[in-house]
């Protein structure tokens, strides 16, 4: 009988250590699981470029100390890349003075340059972390990119042959060649709303709009008037500014979607930048010789 019972408490005994073990087991296999799981996670959300893959730009300048900023490299007066690698213009005056505000001295900030048609891919695929390059906003961008400003508001002309007087707006350009560039909106803006009958050329550089007007194979080109005034002062007596603007682009700055806390930021800093005759001083120093009227600091639209 004594055999019978020990026999029977030693199977139970194996049975209860069989059965930790497995529940151990269990424990051990879902949480490598749930663990997995997040990682994953984490990787498909920076993959995708989730508001919580990166973090704010306020973040990343308050730890790193350092930006990376896209900025325009052949505009005159807006964003230039000179003989030496450095960086001049309005829109670089601006990048440096908001980035100061964030914690970032100019030494350590790296500008890159960015094309129009590749802003929104830049900072959604995280190789900037703002765009400062006569940005215009949108509601379209809007969707993919976030937006401090506007810091400037600019308006649309034409710049043309400087013995051309058949070219007086953007009416007299059906049967013309107009250029513009890749991922910019003036020209289609032209084209809907004035002269359906326009040809439409498209370059990757503004600078290379104006070296084919220049030599006669394109009648004009169109974008913003600050833009269009520092090619023009590039070539006294061979260009000219049209000057009849017929439309309103707020320039902003570019963000990533959904960085909240770096948008107030941003704003903030333009909003001082305004009050302190910081953007005042910036806006003489690179269009006063052009010619432009100096206009008032815009109306920040904080959302």
């Avoid at 308006?155 to 043309?160: C, E, F, I, K, S």
């Avoid at 070219?167 to 004035?194: D, E, H, M, W």
């Amino acid at each position: 009988m004594s055999s019978i019972v020990i026999g029977s408490m030693s199977r139970l005994m194996s049975m209860a250590r069989r059965n930790v073990f497995v529940a151990f087991a269990t424990v051990f296999v879902l949480f490598a699981a749930g663990a997995c799981g997040g990682g994953g996670g984490g990787g498909g959300a920076a993959a995708g470029g989730s508001a919580d893959a990166s973090p704010s730009i306020v973040q990343k300048a308050h730890d790193a100390k350092k930006l990376v900023i896209g900025v325009k490299a052949d505009q005159p007066g807006v964003g230039l890349r000179t003989p030496d690698g450095s960086f001049t213009g309005f829109d670089i005056d601006v990048a440096k003075y908001v980035a100061k505000q964030l914690g970032v001295d100019p030494q350590n900030i790296t500008f890159k340059e960015t094309v129009s048609s590749n802003r929104e891919a830049f900072l959604q695929q995280g190789q900037v972390d703002m765009v400062v390059a006569s940005y215009s906003i949108t509601d379209e961008r809007k969707q993919k990119v976030s937006f401090a400003g506007p810091y400037f508001i600019a308006g649309q002309d034409l710049l043309v042959r400087a013995d051309d007087t058949k070219l007086t707006g953007p009416k007299a350009l059906n049967g013309k060649k107009l250029c513009s560039v890749v991922g910019s909106t003036p020209a289609q803006n032209i084209k809907n709303n004035y002269a359906k009958d326009v040809q439409l050329q498209e370059e990757r550089t503004y600078s290379a709009c104006v070296d084919r007007v220049l030599s006669g194979q394109l009648d004009a080109i169109t974008t913003d008037n600050i833009i269009l005034a520092g090619y023009a002062a590039q070539h006294p007596g061979k260009l000219k500014l049209v000057g009849q603007t017929f439309s309103t682009e707020k320039y902003g700055i570019g963000l990533r979607k959904d960085d909240q806390q770096g948008r107030k930021a941003v704003d903030d800093a333009l909003q001082k930048m305004f009050s302190d005759g910081s953007w005042m001083a910036a806006v003489q120093a690179n269009f006063g010789s052009a010619g432009l009227a100096v206009p008032n600091p815009p109306s920040l639209e904080r959302y």
